[in-house]
């Protein structure tokens, strides 16, 4: 675990590049790999004092190693936390966020539209274990304080939502969450940071699946989680004994991916806006939604609390089932995969792939059609991109 440093004064893209963990004594430029699985004591008291937590060091990669807090140093910068953990995978650090923090008996408040993992989490497992979900409608949030009972314990959503990238307004989810006392947790992951702190608009913790466009190109599984020392001290102690933490190696990966984050995601957001402005004029989409499109619902909160709209381009197929299907085979280019925030471009069928666990009324309730096509779109030219999409419609 890691705390924030102290300057504050740096931007962005600098903190990005510069944060690493101290130079050896080989003064090396590129940070190193720290790739040990255990750490040793200088004698019998620094190992007591360690154990004893007497000490702030490192111990054992299951609890803490100095690469992983070189990626964790820099998201807690990047999202304005205080702290962080670090997991071997996004859904391991959704679980252990909730089980850190969660008793039996307690009750989340989530948006419906959430990942299908997530959704299949509160619906399969946590009722196991009574802790209950209520969930609202992501254009519908006057219905918030309506689920909160006094078993209440957090508030969660995703923003944008996946894979229909909704916008809910982060302003008003924080000041509800504050008014009752709840935890208010938001991930983060199609956004980033860079796009959107939701810390500033009164959410306590931020989840990250570092699979995503952290990392970029497609390489490496990894989550993390970062907010208040409070919150996070529970996280820690908890993901310390269950061990799900993110090995050295992808945190190296990944802390070196940061550096380009924002580069990347800029030529991210141009082609998707230009992807989203395509389809939207193209006579085979029954619509097409962007954040960043003056068409999409709630545009005005979309520029109030992201620096762009995001990689994710989410549209309709006119003809339905059929149709979209034939889309789908008449791909060339783009890849046909459940990934995104990849270099590559990527169309994903959502009801037969990461929501196909919901039922066809949950999926239709979260605005999930049987046609609907999600389209992470990448770093390719954006006239190639578009290209393979046309052709795709034509056939």
């Given amino acids: 675990m890691t705390k924030e440093s102290d300057n504050n004064t740096r931007k962005f893209e600098t903190e990005a590049v510069r944060t690493q963990t101290e130079r050896s004594q080989f003064l090396e430029h590129s940070t190193p790999m720290y790739l040990t699985s255990s750490f040793v004591f200088e004698d019998a008291e620094d190992m007591r004092a360690s154990f004893a937590e007497e000490k702030d060091r490192n111990i054992y990669s299951r609890y803490s190693n100095p690469t992983s807090t070189e990626f964790i140093d820099k998201v807690c910068k990047m999202e304005g936390a205080e702290a962080g953990f670090a997991f071997a995978s996004g859904m391991a650090a959704v679980y252990s966020t909730f089980v850190a923090l969660l008793e039996s008996g307690d009750h989340i408040v989530s948006c419906k539209s959430v990942f299908g993992s997530t959704h299949t ?17 992501v254009n519908d949030l006057d219905a918030v304080e309506g689920l909160i009972t006094s078993k209440t314990k957090i508030i969660y959503a995703e923003t944008p939502t996946n894979p229909g990238v909704d916008v809910l307004d982060l302003e008003l989810l924080g000041k509800i969450a504050k008014k009752h006392g709840l935890i208010f947790i938001i991930d983060n992951c199609f956004a980033t940071p860079y796009l959107q702190q939701p810390i500033k608009f009164g959410a306590d913790l931020i989840i990250h699946s570092g699979t995503k466009l952290m990392d970029g190109q497609g390489r490496v599984l990894a989550g ?6 409070e919150l996070m001290d529970k996280i820690y102690r908890f993901a310390r004994i269950t061990g799900p933490a993110l090995s050295p190696f992808n945190a190296w990966v ?6 380009t984050l924002a580069l990347r995601v800029d030529r991210h957001c ?46 309709e197929v006119k003809g339905g089932l059929k149709a979209g299907k034939r889309f789908f085979d008449s791909i060339k280019m783009l890849s046909l995969s459940a990934n995104l925030g990849d270099s590559r471009s990527i169309v994903t069928h959502p009801a037969s792939t990461t929501h196909s666990k919901l039922t066809t009324e949950e999926r239709r309730a979260v605005g999930i059609s049987d046609g609907m096509v999600r389209v992470s779109v990448g770093l390719e030219h954006i006239d190639d991109i578009v290209q393979d999409i046309e052709q795709a419609l034509d056939a």
């Fill in 224 to 229: 993390i989680t970062v907010g208040s020392h």
């Fill in 254 to 259: 990944l802390s070196k991916s940061l550096e």
């Fill in 270 to 315: 141009s082609n998707a806006l230009a992807l989203a402005t395509f389809l939207e004029d193209h006579p085979k989409v029954e619509w097409v939604k962007y954040p960043f499109l003056k068409s999409h619902a709630k545009y005005e909160i979309a520029k109030k609390q992201m620096k762009a709209g995001g990689c994710v381009v989410a549209f």
């Fill in 121 to 137: 989490l509160f619906t399969q497992f946590f009722p196991k274990w009574d802790i209950s979900t209520s969930y609202f409608d």
